[in-house]
């Protein structure tokens, strides 16, 4: 399964932000530098979609920024990937439309990548943030 460039994104903000700045707010653009000189239009969307799922909190202003909304572990990376990829097929006839398949009524893969995909979250449902971040040393 391959995920989308903003989710691997967001991961690695949340990562950053739990290993770096577990108790203080971060800016878009220090995240944006520290992330390799991301877009912080990009990063900024990617914010707001780690807002609106809980998993980050921000505030405005000089001494705002960004920074994580709960402890580490209480951030499962199954529900977060779930959320992100949400509107993505991994094959046409995943689609909403039910794509351009011409053998989707006899095919048996759509059930075999379903469940794939199902253990695939599933797997990430036992992890959490965490789980990603440094091990102190």
């Not at 903003?6 to 932000?17: F, H, K, N, Y």
């Not at 402890?71 to 097929?89: F, K, N």
Request: some cysteine.
């Amino acid at each position: 399964m391959r995920l989308l460039a903003s989710t691997d994104l967001a991961l690695r903000v949340l990562i950053l932000l739990g290993a770096e700045a577990p108790d203080r707010h971060v800016s878009v653009e220090q995240l944006a530098r520290r992330l390799g000189d991301v877009s912080r239009h990009h990063l900024h969307k990617i914010v707001q979609d780690l807002a609106a799922l809980d998993a980050v909190r921000t505030l405005r202003g000089a001494a705002g920024g960004v920074r994580l909304a709960q402890p580490p572990a209480g951030i499962r990376l199954g529900t977060l990937v779930r959320a992100l990829e949400a509107d993505q097929a991994i094959v046409a006839c995943f689609r909403l439309d039910g794509g351009d398949c011409t053998l989707a009524p006899t095919c048996r893969l759509r059930g075999m990548l379903g469940r794939a995909r199902e253990s695939f979250f599933q797997s990430l449902d036992a992890q959490t943030l965490a789980d990603c971040l440094p091990v102190p040393g």
